[in-house]
């Protein structure tokens, strides 16, 4: 990161160190316009962080000594900016609704093989909804179970959620990632083998926890429907490789591909979002593709001072850096929204979680922060308390929409009232005097006073759409973006991800074989012993 102008931003952070958000907007009467803005569909108002001109100023200068403008074109013109992979990052093209739009990866246009297989997922889904689409013994589809983790998990399950409102209420759809096999056994209860579609979704169709369950949800299939032949029309994969899909018994013409410059994390709108395009058919899923295509052009286009995904990182990179803040909560206000603070844990801590620099040097500088979160108002009674009170600055994201899909009575001015109040109380606190005017007794004003001075964004959107929810994926994808440029960081790999599924076979040939090879250290000989004792080995 650019020495001199962190020494600037040190320096304001020290001259604001005594000037409070509340002391900010007292002396400011326009700053809550000022320090907002717009983008698909979103309205973003950061007003309460302890930032004024000056800092903004600065923050922006920091984007533009890491190149950030030359960093952004890379990515979206398909250059390979996953160095370690030696691949190209373009998650973009998948959701480019321009129908004379071409992208370049070693010469190759992709646009048209994005366009295809979205065609293909479309008619697909179609053919399942409307019951055209068959099981093996003639009944339709009812159940649709997604089969995958991480990155091929993660998407479907928060969108899926996310979308209820839009979902095909006689389907049910079932998400199973875990090589726990109480999650595929819980699931099979729920379901009939001759109504259910099972989808393979794995971009490598190696990983040990997804095709562990995809082999025994294949068993399971063929012993209730007494063929091997029922698995063509009861499983479909979405997956960059052929070979391994073909091998696995699955009908390559159900398969739905995608390729190497499509991150796990980032693949949601590939072949990998399938089950929520069966699930809201494939005319919402195109309104998702245009939500997203909405922010991406905002943040390919407008400059940085008005630009939604690039304040918001630069802010978390003035909480992270100049702040020492560790972790960063992201708070929706919407049940709807209730696994997007996971969704976003996934994309922001594996794409950011790097010790090492582009040059390969350690950083000296602390870069993904930790991210959790809640859905409120369920968080304001448990964690809120620390982020109000406790010792640690975490700065936090309050999402909310004005309409609600669910009207009953006042409970949706109730909520809104709470995000709101959250904020209010986040940034302004409640002085020893309030306590005292109030007739807090002397004895209690330190333990019922609140700093305050805690800093907070808020997204606002007027509905959960479709297309609001692309725009909103899309926003926190960039904001990863950028503060990996700005931290010099390489977002697009995963190395630590690779490494749990090396050492995870390692131990099981330990745990399975005649003898345990005895390799490990004494801890985990000791465990492994435990485990095959208790298990009869
Ligand atoms: C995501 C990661 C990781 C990946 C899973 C599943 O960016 O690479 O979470 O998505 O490990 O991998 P497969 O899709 O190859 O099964």
Redo the contacts with the bound molecule.
């Keep these: 990161m650019d020495e001199k102008v962190w020494e600037k931003i040190d320096s304001l952070i020290d001259a604001n160190q005594t000037k409070t958000i509340k002391e900010l907007f007292a002396s400011d009467p326009d700053r809550a316009k000022r320090f907002s803005l717009e983008a698909a569909g979103w309205f973003l108002d950061y007003s309460k962080n302890r930032i004024d001109s000056a800092m903004m100023k600065a923050l922006v200068k920091l984007a533009e000594s890491a190149n950030l403008k030359t960093e952004i074109e890379k990515m979206f013109t398909g250059e390979k900016i996953n160095v370690t992979e030696n691949r190209a990052v373009l998650h973009t093209a998948l959701r480019n609704c321009d129908p004379n739009a071409k992208v370049f990866v070693d010469g190759k246009d992709v646009m048209p093989g994005v366009r295809e297989t979205l065609s293909r997922m479309g008619d697909f889904s179609d053919k399942v909804r409307s019951g055209e689409w068959k099981g093996y013994t003639g009944k339709r589809i009812k159940y649709v179970v997604n089969i ?5 998990d993660l998407g479907p399950v928060m969108a899926n959620i996310a979308l209820t409102p839009y979902s095909k209420r006689n389907m049910k759809f079932f998400f199973v990632s875990n090589v726990d096999s109480t999650h595929l056994a819980e699931t099979l209860r729920e379901i009939k083998a001759p109504e259910t579609l099972f989808i393979v ?7 040990q926890e ?1 095709m562990s369950n995809a082999e025994a949800a294949r068993d399971w299939l063929v012993e209730k429907l007494g063929s091997k032949d029922a698995v063509a029309k009861h499983f479909v994969a979405l997956s960059t490789a052929e070979k391994e899909v073909a091998e696995f018994g699955i009908d390559t013409k159900n398969m739905f591909g995608f390729w190497d410059w499509v ?5 949601l709108p590939s072949a990998i979002g399938l089950s929520l395009m069966i699930s809201i058919g494939r005319r919402n899923y195109s309104k998702l593709l245009k939500g997203y295509w909405k922010m991406d052009k905002h943040f390919r286009t407008a400059r940085f001072e008005r630009n939604m995904p690039v304040i918001m990182a630069l802010l978390g990179i003035l909480y992270a850096n100049g702040y020492g803040a560790e972790s960063y909560c992201i708070l929706p206000y919407d049940q709807y929204l209730s696994r997007f603070p996971a969704y976003c844990q ?1 994309m922001d801590m ?1 794409s950011n979680g790097k010790c090492v620099d582009k040059q390969g040097n350690r950083v000296t500088y602390s870069t993904g922060p930790i991210e959790w979160g809640e859905p409120g108002t369920n968080g304001q009674h448990s964690f809120y308390q620390l982020i109000h009170q406790g010792t640690h600055l975490i700065p936090c994201d309050f999402i909310g929409c004005s309409r609600t899909h669910n009207p009953i009575g006042d409970l949706h001015d109730k909520l809104m009232a709470n995000l709101f109040a959250q904020t209010e109380a986040l940034a302004f606190g409640k002085s020893a005097e309030e306590c005292r005017a109030e007739g807090v007794p002397e004895e209690l004003v330190p333990f019922k006073t609140f700093e305050g001075n805690k800093p907070t964004n808020t997204l606002l959107t007027d509905e959960l759409t479709p297309e609001t929810l692309g725009a909103l994926v899309a926003l926190y994808e960039h904001k990863v973006f950028v503060q990996g440029v700005i931290w010099n960081v390489y977002s697009y790999d ?1 190395w630590g ?1 690779q490494l749990g ?1 090396v050492l995870a076979k390692g131990v099981l040939n330990d745990l399975t074989a005649k003898k345990p090879s005895g390799k490990h250290d004494a801890s985990t000989n000791q465990l492994i012993a435990r485990y095959r004792a208790a298990v009869g080995r």
């Design positions: 995958g983790i991480g990155g091929s979704a794995s971009k490598t169709f190696t990983t997804t991150g796990g994390r980032y693949s996934q594996e995963q991800v599924k």
